[in-house]
């Protein structure tokens, strides 16, 4: 499903118990110098990652102070982050002019403790060339560094390398827990394109060789993926982003299941198996 950039307010973009991605949570916050927001979300752990700004974190009766280092935009920088814990309060505080904040989640019934993960903390891969036109750089958040601390959620940022080309592919999907060969994940993006008027494609395609969906996919669109197999792309000429929040069923290690027709390209871009080996 793709959800068009629009004004939330501040109110869940992706809520509680979501009708198609009930795994998932996802907010996006916006403040300016002093203002604060309050959430606690009673069966969903969260992490909350400033897009752009920086913003203090109070959750668990801890402070981290100082979360973000971003200017402009999403390629101004590294990405930082706050792990708050499932049925905790926790408190945003703008500390620069203005933020912008993602609040991303996943349902899961334990409550564990808090912890920020800062810039020197990144889990990250690089892989895919400019020939397979498949150029990707991935900032994992909450990726395998940090697996022993964290229920069932997994929170990266994915860039191109490079101006157009397609990501996700080989084409995989994540919908049944059928373990050891896949995982059932709920999984939600946020896009973003450099320059920001640039723009991209979002493929759906439920059943191996079988018609699909696409979705026009702009700044600021949000798509949510309960099934099938789902690569993306971006139009020649720009930059894209996506803010990335995969939800376990059952672990939280993600299993992806390459779809058949395409499998043999796993042989042909350099690193895939690497990026699989980070979803942990």
Request: net charge negative; with cysteine.
């Amino acid at each position: 499903m793709h959800i068009p950039p629009f004004d939330n307010e501040n109110k869940p973009i992706v809520d509680v118990d979501d009708a198609l991605v009930p795994l998932n949570y996802f907010n996006i916050v916006k403040l300016t110098e002093g203002q604060h927001f309050d959430y606690r979300l009673a069966e969903y752990e969260t992490c909350i990652v400033p897009a752009t700004g920086t913003v203090d974190v109070e959750t668990g009766g801890e402070t981290f102070a100082g979360i973000g280092n971003r200017g402009e935009d999403v390629w101004d920088g590294e990405p930082e982050g706050v792990y708050v814990p499932t049925d905790t309060g926790a408190r945003i505080t703008c500390r620069s002019a203005s933020a912008e904040v993602f609040v991303a989640g996943a349902k899961f019934a334990e409550t564990l403790k808090p912890f920020a993960v800062r810039r020197n903390e990144l889990d990250l891969v690089q892989y895919g060339s400019d020939d397979t036109k498949t150029h990707r750089k991935i900032k994992h958040i909450l990726g395998a560094n940090q697996h022993d601390r964290v229920g069932r959620l997994l929170v990266s940022e994915l860039f191109t390398v490079g101006a157009g080309g397609w990501s996700g592919f080989p084409s995989h999907k994540h919908d049944t827990d059928r373990l050891p060969d896949e995982s059932r994940h709920d999984e939600t993006y946020n896009f973003r394109f450099k320059p920001n008027y640039g723009s991209g494609l979002q493929m759906l395609q439920r059943v191996d060789n079988e018609p699909g969906d696409a979705y026009h996919i702009m700044d600021g669109s949000t798509i949510c993926i309960d099934k099938g197999y789902h690569p993306c792309c971006v139009l020649p000429g720009y930059e894209m982003y996506y803010f990335t929040i995969l939800g376990g069923l059952s672990q939280r290690s993600l299993k992806q299941y390459f779809q058949p027709t395409h499998a043999e390209q796993l042989h042909t871009i350099p690193g895939i198996m690497d990026m699989v080996a980070k979803f942990k």
